[in-house]
Each structure stands twice: as structure tokens, then as C-alpha cells.
T-cell receptor
Framework: GAVVSQHPSWVICKSGTSVKIECRSL??????MFWYRQFPKQSLMLMAT?????????EQGVEKDKFLINHASLTLSTLTVTSAHPEDSSFYIC????????????FGPGTRLLVL | AQSVTQPDIHITVSEGASLELRCNYS??????LFWYVQSPGQGLQLLLK??????LVQGIKGFEAEFKRSQSSFNLRKPSVHWSDAAEYFC????????????FGKGTKLSVKP
């Protein structure tokens, strides 16, 4: 139980294009989803928290217009990197938390983004 | 401010040897504590968690961790390491009450010698 998937697992795009990453909770309803960014050999940095049906809360320093987050249903959240640039290349990981177990986050497998 | 410290960046142990990964936290209230493991290029898998009660918690894959309030520590242990345990290990503290936001340590990379 508590499986979270992400799609795609790998994406390569040209500078200036937008990329959408999906995060799905497969066997539970996720009232809250989190988006993290991880640089090589570093820890996870929280980018934003999204609750189903409401606007995401972004961490300080994260551009909300660049990293668009939508949490339209209890099983799906999307992160869109708009007008991507090479410095946006990173490993993006989502996590989800359900109603029954609100203290625990379950993580997706991550999406590696490379912007050329 | 809340923080998590993992003092060891990289640890190498022989297969079959015991393992202890250190984690110290700074948090004003009773923390929720977690250990996650990350294999290369993968997401994080929850190993175990502590919320309250028995300070020695058992997790998956033969791991255990002990919460010591007096030392603000939550060290991860395994009596006999397997080659498949080689990975990055992250300690995290849950803050913000029902928000459940996590603050992660910088991670400890575990290498296993045959």
C-alpha cells in the first residue's frame, strides 16, 4: 500500500519549453502532495505543498510563476516547469500524504529533468 | 530553527558487519522522526518512523532506530549489513503539526565492502 508514481521518469527538453511532471497516489487518496527538488549528492529541498482543490504554498525563494503546481484531484498533482532553462535541470521528487496517516509522506520515484 | 544533522557524509562497512547511522535533530516540541533510504536515481522509501511510545522502533529490511530525547538523537542501526543496503540514507523530522512538513538531513551514503 501507499504507492506513489511519477511520470515521466526522465525528460530532456530544449531551453524555453515547458515540461509537465505528474504525481499520482495509486492506492490512497492524497489530501496533500509535496514537491521537492534534489541536486546531485544533496538532500531534498521542499519547493511547495499543495492541498487538493486549493492553491499551492510555495517555499521561500521558489518562483510560483515558474513552477506551476496543480492538485486537481485526490490522486493527482502536476508540476509544470515553465520556460525551462539549463539551471532548472534537476531531480524532482513528489510525495503524498493521505487522510488516514497524516504524519507520513510516501515518495514517488522521482523525475530527472535535463534542459539543453 | 528546526534542523537535522547527519554527521557522517559517507560510511563504508563490510558485508555482515553491524551498522549505525547517526542523526541529531533540533526541534522544540516532540518530533515525528523518520528514516528514508534512496537508491541511486530512485525516490525515497520509508524505513521506519517514530511518533510516540516505545523509543526503539523496528522498520523494514531489518533496520531499527532508537529515539533518545536527552541526546536529541534518532540513530539507525542494523546488526548485519547486506550488499543490497548500499544506498543513501536520510533522516527527517516532521514539523508543523498536521502539516507534516519534513526537514531532511543532508544524508549519509553507505557503501558495503564484499
Amino acid at each position: 500500500g501507499a504507492v506513489v508514481s511519477q511520470h515521466p521518469s526522465w525528460v530532456i527538453c530544449k531551453s524555453g519549453t515547458s515540461v509537465k511532471i505528474e504525481c499520482r497516489s495509486l492506492d490512497f487518496q492524497a489530501t496533500t502532495m509535496f514537491w521537492y527538488r534534489q541536486f546531485p549528492k544533496q538532500s531534498l529541498m521542499l519547493m511547495a505543498t499543495s492541498n487538493e482543490g486549493s492553491k499551492a504554498t510555495y517555499e521561500q525563494g521558489v518562483e510560483k510563476d515558474k513552477f506551476l503546481i496543480n492538485h486537481a484531484s485526490l490522486t493527482l498533482s502536476t508540476l509544470t516547469v515553465t520556460s525551462a532553462h539549463p539551471e532548472d535541470s534537476s531531480f524532482y521528487i513528489c510525495s503524498a500524504r493521505g487522510l488516514a496517516n497524516q504524519e507520513t509522506q510516501y515518495f514517488g520515484p522521482g523525475t530527472r529533468l535535463l534542459v539543453l | 530553527a528546526q534542523s537535522v544533522t547527519q554527521p557522517d557524509i559517507h560510511i563504508t562497512v563490510s558485508e555482515g558487519a553491524s551498522l549505525e547511522l547517526r542523526c541529531n535533530y533540533s526541534y522544540g516540541a516532540t518530533p515525528y522522526l523518520f528514516w528514508y533510504v534512496q537508491s541511486p536515481g530512485q525516490g525515497l522509501q520509508l524505513l521506519l518512523k517514530y511518533f510516540s511510545g516505545d523509543t526503539l522502533v523496528q522498520g523494514i529490511k531489518g533496520f531499527e532506530a532508537e529515539f533518545k530525547r536527552s541526546q536529541s538523537s534518532f540513530n539507525l542501526r542494523k546488526p548485519s549489513v547486506h550488499w543490497s543496503d548500499a544506498a543513501e540514507y536520510f533522516c527527517a523530522v516532521g514539523v508543523g503539526g498536521s502539516q507534516g512538513n519534513l526537514i531532511f538531513g543532508k544524508g549519509t551514503k553507505l557503501s558495503v565492502k564484499p
